[in-house]
């Protein structure tokens, strides 16, 4: 007979929550049991029980004397079991895994923390498509790490984290570490809890400085911009009505970076749409661009060129409001008709 007392089930059965304890006991009864006697005392049976589980010492299974039971051996086929299990719990829990993508990371612990879709859908927003397709080449990184040296995922803590970071420290420069971390702190945040943000890792960050301090920016080229203007009034460059297509875009563009000063990836990301405001030229981007300068407290505004006012018949050569007018008439132009939304088409910023 198996029965079921109030206790901690184990773990070995499956749950892992306040439950139902199974106890295993032979109650054999005989055919044709003494007559009860008046001075027999009550016995205790023998019992078998789960590791862990509560004793029944001081319980009588006899509590009147009715006489005493012969014990013989009960059949097993005769044992009626009584099962404990609820519907739906498996037997032994599935290995913790973390997800090969780091965005399916990110929002599974999104979710396990409550929020709704519709938050979901404005938090994942939260990096750029760049800034996303860095993060997941130093997450991959991290499960290979794991993988290499067998490490559980449901084991990771910040020891772990540490001494992967530390090993890329021999190959990496500090600001790639500072990527690296960057790109594990949320996923193992909301996923499993696991905050990076402590005084050991200021330790180490601090240790990784000034073991390798960063070095400074690359020097941009020196040339000298007399010389560029010099070439960009004569040919190739011009006359711009006649001039190649390759030379027209280059000297468009030069004069676009010159007159905006603005990112290279401001300009690659324009469109044949702009707008005129006073005496300036605003050139609009892209739908769905946003500037490398954008932030929740700074919105920069599209670039702008204006004309450029020299006295003389040639005075208009470097003009970027003249160069911007010859371009938009060869780009409208009936060889053309294969355009993308992209002002500077064929180019992409790579290739301007």
């Given at each position: 007979?198996?029965?079921?007392?109030?206790?901690?089930?184990?773990?070995?059965?499956?749950?892992?929550r306040?439950?139902?304890?199974?106890?295993?006991?032979?109650?054999?009864v005989p055919p044709?049991?003494?007559?009860?006697?008046?001075?027999?005392?009550?016995?205790?049976?023998?019992?078998?029980?789960?590791?862990?589980?509560?004793?029944?010492?001081?319980?009588?299974?006899?509590?009147?004397?009715?006489g005493k039971v012969?014990?013989?051996?009960?059949?097993?086929?005769?044992?009626?079991?009584?099962?404990?299990?609820?519907?739906?719990?498996?037997?032994?829990?599935?290995?913790?895994?973390?997800?090969a993508?780091?965005?399916?990371a990110v929002r599974?612990?999104l979710?396990?923390?409550?929020?709704?879709?519709?938050?979901?859908?404005?938090?994942?927003?939260?990096?750029?498509?760049?800034?996303?397709?860095?993060?997941?080449?130093?997450?991959?990184?991290?499960?290979?790490?794991?993988?290499?040296?067998?490490?559980?995922?449901?084991?990771?803590?910040?020891?772990?984290?540490?001494?992967?970071?530390?090993?890329?420290?021999?190959t990496k420069?500090?600001?790639?570490?500072?990527?690296?971390?960057?790109?594990?702190?949320?996923?193992?945040?909301?996923?499993?809890?696991l905050?990076?943000?402590?005084?050991?890792?200021?330790f180490?960050?601090?240790?990784f400085?000034?073991?390798?301090?960063?070095?400074?920016r690359a020097?941009?080229?020196?040339?000298?911009?007399?010389?560029?203007?010099?070439?960009?009034?004569?040919?190739?460059?011009?006359?711009?009505?006649?001039?190649?297509w390759?030379?027209?875009?280059?000297?468009?563009?030069?004069?676009?970076l010159?007159?905006?000063g603005?990112?290279?990836?401001?300009l690659?990301n324009?469109?044949p749409?702009?707008?005129?405001?006073?005496?300036?030229?605003?050139l609009?981007?892209?739908d769905?661009?946003?500037?490398?300068?954008?932030n929740?407290?700074?919105?920069?505004?599209?670039?702008?060129i204006?004309?450029?006012?020299?006295?003389?018949?040639?005075?208009?050569?470097?003009?970027?409001?003249?160069?911007?007018?010859?371009?938009?008439?060869?780009?409208?132009?009936?060889?053309?008709l294969?355009?993308?939304d992209?002002?500077?088409?064929?180019?992409?910023?790579?290739t301007l």
């Amino acid at each position: 007979v198996h029965l079921s007392l109030p206790g901690q089930v184990s773990s070995r059965l499956g749950c892992f929550r306040p439950g139902l304890e199974q106890l295993e006991f032979h109650l054999p009864v005989p055919p044709d049991p003494d007559p009860p006697r008046s001075d027999q005392e009550a016995e205790l049976l023998p019992r078998e029980r789960f590791p862990g589980g509560s004793f029944l010492g001081d319980r009588l299974l006899v509590s009147s004397p009715h006489g005493k039971v012969s014990r013989v051996d009960s059949p097993s086929s005769e044992v009626c079991s009584v099962s404990v299990h609820e519907p739906g719990i498996a037997l032994a829990p599935q290995p913790f895994s973390l997800p090969a993508d780091r965005m399916e990371a990110v929002r599974k612990g999104l979710v396990l923390r409550g929020y709704s879709g519709d938050a979901l859908e404005f938090m994942l927003l939260r990096h750029r498509v760049s800034s996303q397709r860095q993060y997941q080449s130093c997450w991959l990184k991290f499960l290979e790490h794991l993988g290499d040296r067998s490490i559980a995922h449901d084991a990771i803590t910040r020891d772990v984290v540490f001494n992967f970071l530390a090993l890329l420290a021999k190959t990496k420069k500090y600001r790639t570490l500072s990527v690296y971390k960057c790109a594990l702190r949320h996923p193992l945040l909301f996923l499993i809890n696991l905050e990076l943000d402590c005084e050991e890792m200021v330790f180490l960050r601090c240790g990784f400085f000034n073991a390798n301090p960063p070095e400074r920016r690359a020097p941009s080229a020196v040339w000298s911009l007399d010389v560029v203007l010099y070439y960009l009034v004569r040919g190739p460059f011009e006359p711009l009505e006649s001039t190649s297509w390759r030379f027209l875009c280059q000297k468009t563009l030069l004069l676009f970076l010159l007159a905006s000063g603005r990112r290279i990836s401001d300009l690659a990301n324009l469109s044949p749409s702009f707008r005129w405001e006073k005496d300036r030229l605003f050139l609009l981007w892209r739908d769905g661009f946003m500037s490398k300068g954008l932030n929740m407290d700074f919105r920069p505004e599209p670039p702008s060129i204006a004309k450029l006012a020299i006295k003389g018949d040639r005075g208009d050569l470097l003009c970027p409001v003249r160069a911007w007018n010859a371009f938009r008439r060869k780009r409208a132009s009936p060889s053309c008709l294969t355009f993308k939304d992209g002002f500077f088409w064929p180019f992409n910023q790579k290739t301007l």
